[in-house]
């Protein structure tokens, strides 16, 4: 079923259009990289407060909260101009492993912020002013960082298909 | 002088030649520049919001500037031996890509301006200095680093 929605996608004009344009396929890219450098950015700095690397004066909310609009920022171009390039050129991205790797570590990922959130981070108020966070926000910061670089590295491959 | 034989020169060699040849050297090496990208974009980012004042607020930005001095550095340096050993692969088609002294000029920019003004206004901090020059300071690092990055992309599109 996902196959034959990729299909569609990949015959209609406007995903033909991006395909076919010089400029706007590059366009698209050069977002999705600043973007990730936004959003990825600012997601590390707080992960390497999570792990004490980093402002460790400084109390995990203040990082978080101020952090947060400018991580949704990057996070929402990077999601839409992801999608673009996907939307260009449905088939490439369908049977590479590498895209289907990133999707899955992407949804790791999210699931590991879901954990962060609904656990330890409830009772933030209690750590907040540590230096040295407990160990599952610990767990959670380094999570982040190795299921990222993951992220990031098949991304990179995606444009190397060795297992056509 | 004729730069061509130098070109020539540092693409034969043999690190130059080994990536070249190999299917997954220059894909990983690319990789590794993108996270320290990644990291970069961060380190930059902390730093400029804070002194533009839409970050954090607990700190000071000479407090946060010196606590993510390291990683700022480390992604630099990260980022400048990964850049030479892909720029090494390629020399040929650096030299003749506009895209590239585009970057590299960029580069040079963004990062003496990082470390001499930004560096100062940041370390400064606080009352000593006018928000409206803080600010400033922060969005001209912000456009120089972009330009770094997009020129960067570009380099591909050559």
């Known amino acids: 079923m996902l196959l034959r929605l990729f299909e569609t996608v990949q015959a209609m004009p406007s995903s033909m259009a991006i ?11 050069s977002v999705h990289v600043l973007s990730t450098c936004l959003f990825l950015g600012l997601v590390t700095m707080m992960d390497l407060r999570l792990v004490s690397a980093t402002l460790r004066s400084a109390p995990l909310t203040d990082v978080q909260h ?6 949704m920022a990057g996070f929402a171009l990077m999601v839409m101009s992801g999608v673009l390039l996907v939307f260009t050129e449905p088939l490439r991205f369908y049977s590479n492993i590498f895209f289907q790797v990133k999707m899955l570590l992407l949804l790791l990922a999210g699931l ?4 962060f959130h609904a656990g330890v981070y409830r009772r933030v108020a209690e750590w907040d002013h540590q230096e040295v966070l407990p160990g599952s926000a610990r767990v959670a910061g380094a999570l982040s960082m190795v299921l990222f670089s993951g992220i990031v590295v098949c991304g990179r491959m995606i444009a190397y298909n060795w297992f056509k | 002088m004729d730069p061509l034989p130098l070109i020539e020169w540092i693409e034969n060699t043999a690190i130059g030649t080994a990536i070249r ?3 997954w050297l220059f894909p990983v090496i690319e990789a590794g520049h993108l996270l320290a990208l990644a990291l970069m974009g961060g380190a930059v980012l902390i730093v400029d919001l804070r002194m533009m004042g839409w970050g954090m607020r607990r700190l000071s930005a000479s407090q946060i500037s010196r606590d993510v001095h390291p990683w700022l550095v480390a992604s630099l340096l990260g980022l400048i031996v990964t850049g030479i050993l892909l720029f090494m692969s390629e020399t040929t088609k650096c030299y003749f890509n506009p895209a590239f002294w585009v970057k590299m000029g960029f580069l040079v920019a963004a990062t003496l301006y990082t470390f001499t003004v930004r560096q100062r206004v940041a370390l400064a901090g606080g009352a000593e200095v006018d ?3 803080a600010r400033l300071v922060a969005i001209v690092s912000v456009c120089l ?4 990055g997009i020129a960067g992309r570009a380099i591909g599109f050559y």
């Open chain 2, 21 to 23: 040849e190999s299917t």
């Open chain 1, 66 to 71: 101020r952090l947060f609009p400018w991580q």
């Open chain 2, 131 to 133: 928000p409206a020059k």
């Open chain 1, 112 to 115: 590991n912020m879901l954990v």
């Open chain 1, 19 to 29: 395909r076919e344009s010089i400029y706007l396929y590059p366009a698209i890219e």
């Open chain 2, 145 to 148: 680093w972009s330009g770094v």
